[in-house]
């Protein structure tokens, strides 16, 4: 699955039993059901959203109960899992068992990979480290992103890659800011950076935009944070307006 091998997984060689009790978190972008576009859209035909009793995430290399010990094969156990009870489960399943089951109320997604961000660590909190699960990230879509060729325009991070000027998360030959372009940037004039974006969900998206005028570690401060629409169109140009005050620092 996706070029992985049993070394990025989770290995688990037992049962896994949450009726214990939980629920499905309602922030960072988590699925509450089997929805389309990498669980953001609408319900599946017939589907409706989950109830379980624990949520998991992530890719899992899962035995089960194993009928068979690890050998010149197999690193771990392998064979018939025991019944996956009552939990949620979002990502993807990686396995090695002649026997899946999923019994009692579990349920379960796949989940596309995730972008992330690259500002400095200190003060903007970008890694999952600092953030914990509700930093900045957002699932990848060829449905709605910031550039017109999804191919080239995009890339994926398992973290958060900040580095002091915000280029941490660039892929080989590819920066992730080659969607956006800076006019001059003069202290108490506006200024309108325009973004390529490409909107094909079939909606109008909100397209927001952050400068930290004073370079503080937040982008609370008045002018700071900006939105305009991004109409549904296969590729437009999208003008965030901003204005520099007359007074400010390092700006990021």
């Known amino acids: 699955m996706g070029g992985l091998s049993p070394a990025n997984f989770i290995h688990v060689a037992g ?17 509450q059901g089997p929805r389309l576009d990498n669980g953001q859209g609408s319900l599946a035909s017939g589907a409706s959203d989950f109830s379980g009793g624990g949520f998991f995430t992530g890719y899992w290399l899962t035995t089960g109960s194993p009928t068979n010990p690890a050998d010149a094969t197999w690193s771990v156990p392998y064979g018939a899992t025991s019944s996956l009870s009552n939990g949620i489960f979002i990502g993807g399943w990686y396995s090695i068992t002649t026997q899946f089951s999923m019994t009692s109320g579990t349920s379960g997604v796949h989940v596309g990979p995730l972008d992330y961000g690259d500002l400095p660590e200190n003060g903007y909190l970008t890694t999952r480290k600092t953030a914990g699960p509700s930093g900045p990230a957002h699932i990848i879509t060829d449905k709605l992103f910031l550039g017109t060729n999804f191919a080239t325009d ?47 969900i079939g909606a109008t998206a909100t397209l927001y935009g952050f400068i930290d005028w004073n370079g503080d570690g937040d982008f609370n401060d008045t002018g700071e944070t900006v939105t305009t629409t991004a109409p549904q169109s296969h590729s437009l140009q999208c003008d965030a307006h901003f204005q520099r005050p007359a007074e400010c620092g390092h700006w990021r």
């Open 15 to 31: 049962d896994i039993n949450s009726s214990g009790g939980g629920g499905t978190p309602s922030d960072f972008g988590f699925p």
């Open 154 to 200: 995009i890339d994926s991070e398992g973290d958060g890659q900040p580095n002091a000027n915000a280029t941490g998360d660039n892929g080989v030959n590819q920066g992730d800011e080659q969607a956006v372009t800076f006019p001059a940037l003069i202290r108490g004039q506006p200024a309108n950076v325009t973004v390529s974006v490409t909107n094909n």
